[in-house]
């Protein structure tokens, strides 16, 4: 196929500043030589909340020229030789923020990013999952210390006795950890949400949810004198006042999680819990995590949830829906 000299893109001229144009810029090229770098049709994208901070934290870690949104949902135009995913491959996947992200037509993605996109889901709605599902599998098992969903029924047996605790349950992320916990067959799941995704979250698996409009979490943590309610592990995707009061919920020798922010300095001076592996963990863009989740998509035990989609040309419309804190799910990009 013929392809084109310049591409349409977003571009993030100056990286301390959280402003985003739409511009042109000639077709992304691949490393000569390079064994690992495919060029993707993007199909679509999705942005994240605050990822245009991102360059004031961490420049080091950003590309020179910052193209954001990172999910990505795509068909392979050039493959290296031997690659998993030759020219014509339906992928998805998340790349990684060291160079440029994927609101473009074309795109750049390494082999260790991508994974085959499951034939059950459409290739626009396919953007929503991957940054997600993702960030879910690194909490549940990699740092969170879950069986994983591979493991059968003897992993099933061990994470039945175990109790977690989901702050953001229905949000992007929390709706994967979930489904996931669920489905890895976590015994006590407690979601915490607004009232008007309680039962929405019930529903994702969710054994008890904490709906902080009327309950705190320390409140609800404190009506229990026998300590029952008590966690094994925490997995925060919200932070602030949210992660403080979660200290109190997990128990000695548990796991307390954020992916927000850094964990101990949000734990309150008269908590007592002993011995918490904690820490902020940020999640890394492995395509072969999201092997489960497809298998999971495609036997119908598992959704993703999209709040909107717009054109590229409407991207001011995008990051406005994403940092107003509104969107229920995720909101996406199509080129």
Known sequence: MALPSTIRTLRQPE?????????????PTLTPGSTTEH????????????????PQFAPDSMAKEIVPCYDLSGTVVIAPADSPFPAGTEVWGRTDASHSGNAREYTISYTSELALRPKS???????????????????????????RLDAGEEGRKANASKRILIIAASGSVGIWLVQLAREAGV???VGVCGTKNVDFVRQLGATDVIDYTEQSIKQWIDADPTSNRKVDLVIDCQGGESLAQAWYTVKDHGTLLSICEPTEPRKPKDCGVEDVKNYFFIMAPRGEDLGDVSRLLEEGKVRTLVDSVFKIEEYEKVFERVEGGKARGKVLITL
């Open 121 to 147: 889901i459409d290739p626009i709605t396919a953007a929503s999952v991957p940054l997600s599902a993702i960030t879910a599998v690194q909490s549940l098992f990699d740092h969170g210390g879950l069986a």
């Open 15 to 27: 990286p301390l500043k959280q402003q985003v144009i739409l511009t042109t810029a000639p077709l």
């Open 39 to 54: 060029l993707i049709r993007v199909h679509a994208t999705s942005p994240c909340k605050n990822e245009l901070r991102w």
């Open 187 to 189: 015994g006590g799941i």
